[in-house]
């Protein structure tokens, strides 16, 4: 089963001045080296500030793209990894070494297989084709 790890802080969240954030680096970039030691992690990044990024509204037609900050956020999507384990309680393992701090916090959701949908539909059909095209095909996980 794959798993996202997704960063969160509060919205206006900054780095108490007293944590050296070469620490912080080391801190995570160890936490990365042990996935990819165990065999568990697919894919993983940071994200820039939300002042660089965008929100696309689809309230309105056509949608409303508004410029990031977003003041009505209570918390912030920082970063994420993709993780592959045999069970849930893996993944909550693995959650529970990420280096976060105070404030922040790390929700795990499960990422749904291709298999999960109908598989007369024929855009599910394409999935399987996108991905062997795109060279991301993966086998079926029991």
């Known amino acids: ?3 996202m790890l997704i960063m969160r802080t509060p919205a206006g969240f900054e780095m108490p001045e007293d944590v050296d954030f070469t620490e912080v680096v080391n801190a995570m970039g160890a936490f990365n080296e042990s996935l990819i030691k165990a065999g568990v992690l697919l894919a993983g990044d940071g994200l820039a500030p939300p002042e660089e990024g965008f929100v696309v509204d689809f309230d309105s037609t056509p949608p409303v793209v508004t410029d990031g900050p977003y003041t009505e956020a209570k918390e912030l999507f920082n970063g994420f990894w993709i993780i592959q384990t045999s069970t849930k309680e893996e993944a909550a393992e693995w959650a529970k070494r990420c280096p976060l701090g105070p404030g922040m916090r790390l929700e795990v959701r499960r990422v749904t297989e291709t298999e999960e949908f109908d598989q007369d539909n024929e855009y599910i059909q394409k999935e399987y ?8 095909d993966r086998p079926v996980q029991g």
């Not at 996108?130 to 991301?136: A, I, N, S, V």
């Open 1 to 3: 089963m794959r798993y």
């Open 129 to 136: 084709e996108w991905r062997e095209q795109l060279g991301t």
